[in-house]
């Protein structure tokens, strides 16, 4: 059983980045997926989730209108796209799944953003 969140790296400001958020050995669809970060010096943040039952989708008021989260039940994969990027959302970005019976995390990802 794994969880891994990939697609980071180093973007100027006001540039995208598409982070992925796979899953191995179990269906991510009967989870919750949240996407959190942790700044250097800072705790770990909620940054957006998705529900299991209809979708539904939240975010944090930082990243609201830039940030869309989504599933791929094909690819058993949840993504985060992130637009108009800036320096602040520079952090090591991690994704969480969670129900009544599991919760995983899974290894972060580096997300840089400078010029």
């Known amino acids: 059983v794994q969880l891994q969140a990939s697609g980071g790296g180093l973007v100027q400001p006001g540039g995208s980045l598409r982070l992925s958020c796979a899953a191995s050995g179990f269906t991510l669809d009967y989870y919750a997926i949240g996407w959190f970060r942790q700044a250097p010096g800072k705790e770990r943040e909620g940054v957006s989730c998705?529900?299991?039952?209809?979708?539904?989708?939240y975010y944090a008021d930082s990243v609201k209108g830039r940030f869309t989260i989504s599933r791929d039940s094909a690819k058993n994969t949840v993504y985060l796209q992130m637009n108009s990027l800036k320096p602040e959302d520079t952090a090591v970005y991690y994704c969480y799944a969670v129900n009544r019976v599991a919760s995983y995390w899974g290894k972060g990802t580096q997300v840089t953003v400078s010029s």
């Open positions: 998705i529900s299991s039952s209809d979708g539904s989708t």
